[in-house]
């Protein structure tokens, strides 16, 4: 019997989509802003994930360099057909509605293919691309139509409901003006969706109320793979609103069968908490429920917690860095190399408030979490940092004789400054459960900022988690912690990450 881990990814992956090819299956997921993008993960028994590489390694194949936060790699679907995988995905306010292809899932990928309008050298306009073939061969891309404006002003987009195209995937281009399909049950943000044939039928999965804590799965019934569709009588399939479970937000769900021969649903989620369960700081993550099939419709179990024990991850810096390391809106070799032992990151006058900086991270996957350095600032200043985006970070700088703490927050600046002789130190950053004393409760978590000098721990801050959420920030990503440089050249010899979910 499969153990289904939950969160099964653990950290910020939104909008997972799942093919299962033989026995191995096969998980994408959003990048938004960051390099290298969507990661494909490999599992042959559906408990253990491998990260086996990224569909987006060159410059090119997404357009996110200069896209705002929150744009970027927007909800791939992966499916395979014919021998060769296919992974649709909308590169919002970046390249637009691309198709990429490979026979090894690992890659390498294909550059992408904008999938253009019919009659037009335009991009598809919508979010969420799904791809389907019929017994024909004939491809169809079903997705949400959504208008986004340049910039991502949640009163600018216009959503269009489900629509969908044929689409000749050798010209990419589509064969016909979009038709509107079936877009759920009345709830807001119709997107994700999915169609499927089984058994005979042609099934229309969709996710709506919106990614926050409305929604919700709901599916629809039809003959052909262009509908009509006929809602399911137990819609929404799965909606943790107003529930007092665990985990929140979920749904963006996509269908496969399991090791088991069972149905699964893979879908996003989230773990706030507070007092209230407000805030969510590792941001969306991507979760696993059983499926059951009864009179040709599927029921979807509420999604239950499980999660993985804690993990400690410790890198010395002596080989390429590993697959788990991103950049924003540049790839990871372009801000930091390994050399003798050590991480080096050059400064180039970008800092965090830059949309290029020169920051290499890691997603926070841990709710209670420590991340400790060791690096050489006496070329140069630099440290260790957790993000959102440009306007919710929390840095821990050293050079030039101090280390600073410092809390960017909405434009709100805060900085704890303390003497630091050392050329070599240990900085550490914690985020841990509220406890009292510390003068901050009922929150996700508190950040204890602090540097080992000489070999004593001194503490320079303590700040409320509650900042760097998905909820506060309204970033569609989640923390990554790194490392990076704002001056000279700055060394790390050591990164040590432990955490668990306690
Ligand atoms: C994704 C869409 C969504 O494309 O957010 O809120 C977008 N819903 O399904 C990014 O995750």
């Known amino acids: ?60 194949q997404l357009g996110v360099d200069e896209v705002p936060t929150g744009g970027g790699a927007w909800a791939p679907t992966i499916r395979h057909h014919d021998g060769e995988f296919h992974l649709v995905i909308t590169d919002a306010m970046g ?36 791809i389907v073939w019929d017994a024909a061969g004939q491809a169809y891309v079903t997705f949400s139509g959504l208008l986004l404006s340049g910039d991502l002003d949640p009163n ?19 064969l016909e003006e979009p038709r509107s399909l079936w877009s759920g049950t009345g709830l807001m943000f119709p997107e994700a969706p999915h169609v499927y044939e089984i058994d005979g039928a042609w099934y229309l999965l969709i996710a709506e109320g919106g990614t926050e804590r409305g929604h919700a799965i709901s599916i629809a019934r039809g003959s052909s793979p262009e509908g009509p569709f006929a809602s399911a009588p137990g819609n929404p399939l799965v909606s943790a609103r107003s529930t007092p479970r665990p985990i929140q937000n979920t749904g963006h769900g996509d269908l496969v069968v399991g090791p088991d021969g069972e149905w699964l649903c893979v879908l996003l989620g989230v773990r706030p908490r507070s007092g209230t369960r407000a805030f969510s700081a590792l941001g969306r993550e991507t979760f696993v429920t059983p499926v059951t099939w009864a009179d040709g419709w599927p029921a979807i179990a509420p999604v239950e917690l499980a999660p993985r024990p804690g993990t400690r991850v410790e890198v010395s810096f002596d080989a390429p860095l590993d697959l788990e390391w991103i950049g924003v809106r540049r790839f990871p070799a372009d801000v930091a190399r390994v050399e003798g032992g050590r991480l080096v990151v050059t400064a180039d006058g970008s800092t965090l408030a830059d949309a290029r900086p020169a920051f290499v991270g890691r997603r926070q996957e841990h709710l209670t979490n420590e991340v400790s350095v060791r690096l050489d600032v006496s070329q140069g200043v630099g440290g260790l940092a957790v993000r959102y985006d440009e306007q919710f970070r929390i840095e821990l700088e050293a050079g030039r004789g101090a280390v600073t703490a410092r809390a960017h927050l909405g434009g709100v600046l805060q900085e704890w400054t303390h003497p630091a002789a050392g050329d070599v130190l240990d900085l550490h950053l914690a985020s841990r459960k509220p406890e009292g004393g510390t003068g901050i409760v009922a929150t996700s978590d508190v950040f204890h900022l602090a540097v080992t000098i000489d070999g004593e721990r001194i503490e320079l801050a303590r700040i409320d988690g509650r900042f760097l959420s998905s909820e506060v920030t309204e970033s569609f990503t989640g923390r990554v912690i790194g490392v990076y440089a704002v001056d000279g050249v700055v060394s790390f010899q050591r990164w040590i990450a432990e955490g668990d979910d306690e």
């Open 1 to 60: 019997m499969t153990t289904l881990h939950n969160p099964l990814l653990n950290g910020f992956h939104p909008d997972p989509s799942v093919v299962k090819v033989g026995d191995e299956w096969f998980l994408s997921t959003s990048t938004f802003e960051y390099l290298p993008g969507i990661p494909i993960h490999r599992s042959t028994d559906f408990e253990t994930w491998e990260l086996i590489g990224h569909v987006a390694t060159r410059p090119g």
């Open 95 to 130: 390249r637009g509605m691309l198709h990429f292809t490979a026979t090894d899932a690992a890659g390498p990928w294909s550059d992408g293919d904008l999938i253009l309008q019919q009659g037009t050298d335009e991009s598809l306009s919508g979010i969420d691309p799904d």
């Open 156 to 174: 600018a987009p216009t959503h269009l409901g489900i629509q969908q195209v044929k689409v000749d995937l050798d010209m990419h281009r589509a």
